[in-house]
């Protein structure tokens, strides 16, 4: 075992080399041989089974029931997102989770339609994220089987999630172990359809993809934590704020 | 009186004109660094979209437009990071050439899929740092929520010219720059290493795109 964690380690270069040094460690990735290992082996599964699952859901399945998959889908988050929203002391995010989860649920027949997105639009918000804001370091890239690019802190986020979310929880204590299952499947399909470009995109123009999702997914989770990209675009969570596209394309550049 | 007065303040201002050199965060700068971003999205979209052109023709005016409104050089440089100084000069050219073409042909399908469905809105500018400005655009799509997108505009030779694009957090420029060095040193830091597989991906992608294009005709 030892011996495997050992072999699974990058070899850092020497501190007679500064700059190699500093390019090593602005790639936080002392496990990279064994997180490539990882990747192959999702990028495998991916190109046999998920990916083609996914083409497929997109292909055959009519976009409304796919629309209101995904919002009944977005709808069970609500939850977590509220506890996180309320963790990260934000009460206008948590106000407006809690005002479409409400609305979505009684109006939105269950969250099948999301009623609420154009008064309030939706945000996402998770474990990994909270933690970010707290201080809590990402700690080195880590690559999840099956769940992809992630580090410790956020590794940890969807553990925690996946064991106190109630709407998995709630029906397993009742038995219903299947339906966190299900859940997971549908998640999964739904997310990978939503990224079918962006992946065909990285494929396409990268000539090292593991190293590209990995800067990708570490710059794009700190700018979460960091707020940046909240503060550019508009907000979140403030009714009105968030222009329409219809609205956006009325503009004249 | 008045006038050794007036003297005094211009002479004062001219040392002080001369001591800070003007930052370029004046209406004027802010609204042609907008202009740029704005003129180049709509003019690479013409040119991907318009009709009755051939497709070497597009791909090659659209060249036209990307080199004149990205800072290649500079991009080239940072992208390459600390390989930058130990290439030889050779390899900087080859370099320079083979990742101009990589975002030719990055960009080229990009703005020809997004067709007539897809509006770029520049929504405001801020300054960046003393000779760069940041515009705030949206790329609005048919359906879709609008996706922030930030151009860090340099000035450089009186006009204003992209080096960076910033989108949902992530900056183009070090992307690139965190895969080129993890090719590099993948190969115990060989340049040329590098240089190889962006030869072989960009003649891929060449092929793909006049691939694509004889479907689409």
């Known amino acids: 075992m030892a011996a495997a964690m050992v072999a699974g380690c990058a070899e850092a270069p020497p501190a007679s080399d500064p700059e190699a040094r500093a390019e090593y460690e602005r790639a936080n990735d002392p496990m990279e041989p064994w997180n490539r290992n990882v990747y192959n082996f999702n990028d495998s599964l991916d190109k046999a089974i998920i990916k ?79 933690l970010g804001i707290w201080g809590v370091g990402e700690g080195p890239y880590l690559v999840l089987p099956l769940l992809g690019p992630s580090n410790p802190r956020d ?68 700018s979460l934590i960091e707020g940046k990209p909240v503060l550019e675009k508009p907000r979140p969570g403030y009714v009105g704020e968030f222009p329409k596209t219809m609205e956006l394309s009325k503009g004249d550049n | 009186m008045l006038v050794r007065r007036l003297f005094l303040s211009a002479g004062l201002f001219l040392s002080l004109t001369f001591l800070f050199p003007a930052p370029v965060h004046a209406d004027a700068d802010m609204t042609q660094a907008k202009d740029v971003v704005a003129k180049l999205s709509k003019q690479a979209i013409e040119v991907m979209t318009s009709k009755g052109v051939p497709d070497a023709d597009r791909v090659e005016r659209f060249r036209g437009l990307f080199i004149s409104s990205v800072d290649l050089p500079t991009i080239s440089r940072f992208v390459l990071g600390r390989h930058w100084k130990t290439a030889s000069p050779e390899q900087q050219q080859d370099f320079m050439k083979l990742f101009e073409d990589m975002l030719v042909y990055t960009w080229a399908v990009r703005f020809k899929e997004a067709n007539d469905q897809i509006v770029v809105l520049v929504n ?56 080129y060095a993890s090719v590099i040193n993948q190969n115990g830091g060989d340049v040329n290493a590098l240089l190889d597989v962006l030869r072989k991906k960009t003649v891929a992608m060449a092929q793909q795109q006049n691939a694509g294009q004889a479907k689409a005709n």
């Open chain 1, 155 to 222: 590794a940890f986020g969807v553990g925690v999630e996946a064991y106190a979310d109630p709407v998995d929880r709630v029906p397993s204590n009742m038995g219903y172990y299947y339906v966190s299952y299900v859940r997971g499947v549908l998640v999964g399909v739904n997310r990978r359809t939503d990224n079918l470009d962006n992946l065909d995109e990285i494929e396409r123009t990268s000539v090292d993809p593991y190293s590209t999702v990995r800067s990708l997914y570490r710059q794009y989770r700190q």
């Open chain 2, 124 to 179: 405001g500018t801020k300054p960046d740092g003393d000779q760069g400005v940041i515009v705030d655009s949206s790329i609005v799509r048919q359906g879709q929520d609008p996706v922030p997108v930030l151009w860090r505009m340099r000035l450089t030779e009186g006009t204003f010219r992209i080096l960076d694009l910033l989108i949902e957090g992530t900056s183009m420029i070090v992307t690139y720059r965190e895969e």
């Open chain 1, 52 to 130: 083609p699952a996914a083409e497929r859901y997109r292909d055959f399945v009519p976009d409304m029931v796919r629309e209101h998959l995904r919002d009944f889908l977005n709808n069970l988050r609500a939850p977590v997102i509220f506890v996180n929203d309320v963790l990260q002391a934000d009460p206008d995010k948590a106000y407006a989770t809690l005002g479409r989860f409400i609305i979505n649920t009684g109006f939105g027949i269950g969250g099948i339609i999301d009623i609420a997105a154009k008064d309030i639009p939706r945000h996402d918000n998770d474990l990994g994220e909270t």
